[in-house]
């Protein structure tokens, strides 16, 4: 970590690439993470990925299991666990009305709840996008 702040504040000339320690430090991912990844807003996709109410994708961002679900009235991006036992509840990409735990079928809202939530009800259809 001390190679890579020594470095800092050097000018072209003089500047050279990172120590190879930085590429295998804990430590210095988790000051990137820390100091780039969780201060701003990640670009996770493209909104031609999900061009249909239901469309969906997954992505792991930050250790975080996520997923980008097209419903009728915007984009969100959601968590993928179950909030049961953080079973993931989605994988790939495809289409879908509901996400709901294999194991005891808690399906999706915008929160989580018991039961058989429908993605459609949730996501009114007279706002299509
Ligand atoms: S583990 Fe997902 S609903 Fe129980």
């Excluded at 100091?35 to 997954?58: C, E, M, N, S």
């Excluded at 097209?70 to 036992?85: M, N, P, Y």
């Excluded at 735990?101 to 999706?108: D, E, I, K, M, V």
């Amino acid at each position: 970590m001390n190679d890579v702040i020594v470095g800092a504040g050097q000018d072209m000339e003089t500047a050279s690439t990172l120590p190879p320690a930085s590429y295998t430090s804990q430590a210095f991912f988790d000051l990137e993470m820390a100091k780039i990844f969780r201060r701003k807003w990640l670009p996770v996709g493209h909104i031609a990925q999900v061009p249909k109410v239901g469309d969906y994708f997954t992505i792991d961002v930050l250790n975080e299991l996520l997923m980008v679900v097209r419903g009728a009235d915007r984009i969100r991006v959601i968590s993928r666990t179950c909030l049961h036992r953080w079973v993931p509840v989605a994988s790939g990409a495809g289409n879908t009305r509901r996400f709901s735990c294999p194991f005891h079928l808690w399906a999706s809202r915008e929160g989580w709840t018991a039961g058989h939530g429908h993605l459609k009800a949730n996501f009114p259809t007279s706002t299509v996008l």
